[in-house]
Nanobody, 121 residues
Framework: QFEPVESGGGSVQTGGSLRLACAASGYTRTSHCMGWFRQAPGKKREAVAAEYTGDRSTYYADSVKGRFTISQDNARDTVYLQMNSLKPEDTAMYYC??????????????WGQGTQVTVSS
């Protein structure tokens, strides 16, 4: 199986921006959706944003609505997550993954290594 490869993480101050990128290993064409997920220390991994392949509808967690934007470049098989107005609570390891909806929430599979995002106050 192929794993997505994430990049673009780093350390920023509160209010800063980062753009994550994901080489999707073909999943932009074959998966039900592509999503970004994150896991902070001591917490469960959660879905942050996803874009559905069929109708291009999107999902955003309430905590990131209005600040994060997911997009795809199918020609480059790449998925992006633009993160603005970052907060310390956004600090986590971020993962890109193919996904499918489970109870209306994107559920990922075939995880990559992730990219670390750290937001300092």
């Amino acid at each position: 199986q192929f794993e997505p490869v994430e990049s673009g993480g780093g350390s920023v101050q509160t209010g800063g921006s980062l753009r994550l990128a994901c080489a999707a290993s073909g999943y932009t064409r074959t998966s039900h959706c592509m999503g970004w997920f994150r896991q902070a220390p001591g917490k469960k991994r959660e879905a942050v944003a996803a874009e559905y392949t069929g109708d291009r509808s999107t999902y955003y967690a309430d905590s990131v609505k209005g600040r994060f934007t997911i997009s795809q470049d199918n020609a480059r098989d790449t998925v992006y997550l633009q993160m603005n107005s970052l907060k310390p609570e956004d600090t986590a390891m971020y993962y890109c993954a193919p996904c499918a909806p489970v109870g209306g929430i994107p559920s990922g599979y075939n995880w990559g290594q992730g990219t670390q995002v750290t937001v300092s106050s």
